[in-house]
């Protein structure tokens, strides 16, 4: 190869890994990056109110959930706790916290979905409905700790609780 040819890929190679925002290059086979987050359909977000068990158990009925997210916030003394509930291609529900792995602390590091699929909206990787609660590590949405329960997924406000300092400077979209 020649020198401006080896210039040239090594700049593709760095302007990649500056476009993820992430600290480190993702392994993650769910994540597609993305071209023009500016031309791509975006999809209008649902947000549904949860159900508060006797036992302080935040539950989601899952027969409102469909293959596109539903966000579901709960106040967590004043910090807004924002979580994504989906229902999967093998018609599993999964529930994760709208914020990236990586890119937390950025106020923007939360997913929406766009063409089917999430997309970071701090660096712009993608990933299926079926990576939601699946997947630690890396970019894409944070694990919690949830049963399915019935009908209903069930995450405890504790838990939620503990993840609020993750949302202190988050800036999603609520309502």
């Known amino acids: 190869m020649k020198k401006g040819k080896i210039f ?7 302007a990649g890994i500056a476009a993820t925002g992430c600290g480190a290059v993702s392994t993650n ?5 993305t071209g023009d987050l500016q031309t791509e ?4 977000p649902e947000f549904i109110t949860p159900d508060l068990s006797d036992d302080g158990t935040i539950l989601v009925d899952t027969s409102i959930l469909t293959a596109h997210p539903k966000y579901v916030n ?3 003394g004043g910090t807004t706790v924002q979580m994504i509930a989906v229902k999967a291609s093998d018609d599993s529900y999964r529930l994760s916290l709208n914020t ?3 890119c937390n602390p950025s106020p923007r590091a939360y997913f ?3 063409n089917g699929r999430l997309v970071c ?3 712009g990787n993608t990933f299926t409905m079926d990576s939601v609660g699946s997947l630690s590590g890396g970019c894409n949405p944070m694990n919690i700790a949830y049963e399915t329960t019935g009908d209903h997924l069930a995450v405890k406000k504790t838990d939620l609780n503990r993840y609020a300092e993750k ?3 988050w800036k999603g979209p609520t309502e």
């Open 167 to 169: 949302f202190l400077s």
């Open 121 to 123: 909206q701090n660096c």
């Open 8 to 14: 040239t890929a090594l700049m593709l190679v760095t």
């Open 112 to 114: 929406k979905e766009k």
């Open 100 to 102: 990236c792995q990586s």
């Open 41 to 44: 359909q975006n999809s209008i």
């Open 74 to 76: 709960y106040d967590a």
């Open 29 to 33: 086979s769910a994540a597609i990056k």
